[in-house]
């Protein structure tokens, strides 16, 4: 069974960082594309980042500079390191693999950023 499970999510402050994980198994995590996706309330799924199997990795304009997804195979752990958080990153962030289409979904985590 393919589980994909995000944790780190949480209430922080503007300025502030978090760091989200997504624990993967049921899958050879080392051959897939990760990426991240995130939902603002009552607004669509947004790309945010994606990490090649080999670690190149891409950002969305609106975060680049701020967030860098990282990935350590070893561990089949995906992670995103989120720092000067402003409230429009308030989402539901979701861990995905893919690169064509996405394939497999975790539940996401609640990522808050107010004062």
């Known amino acids: 069974e393919v589980q994909l499970v995000e944790s780190g999510g949480g209430l922080v402050q503007p300025g502030g960082s978090l760091r989200l994980s997504c624990a993967a198994s049921g899958f050879t995590f080392s051959s897939y594309y990760m990426n991240w996706v995130r939902q603002a309330p009552g607004k669509g799924l947004e790309w945010v980042s994606l990490v090649k199997s080999g670690g190149t990795t891409f950002h969305a304009d609106s975060v680049k500079g701020r967030f860098t997804i990282s990935r350590d195979n070893a561990k089949n752990t995906l992670y995103l390191q989120m720092n000067s958080l402003k409230p429009e990153d308030t989402a539901l962030y979701y861990c995905?693999?893919?690169?064509?289409?996405?394939?497999?979904w975790g539940q996401g985590t609640q990522v808050t950023v107010s004062s």
């Open positions: 995905v693999s893919g690169s064509y289409r996405f394939e497999h």
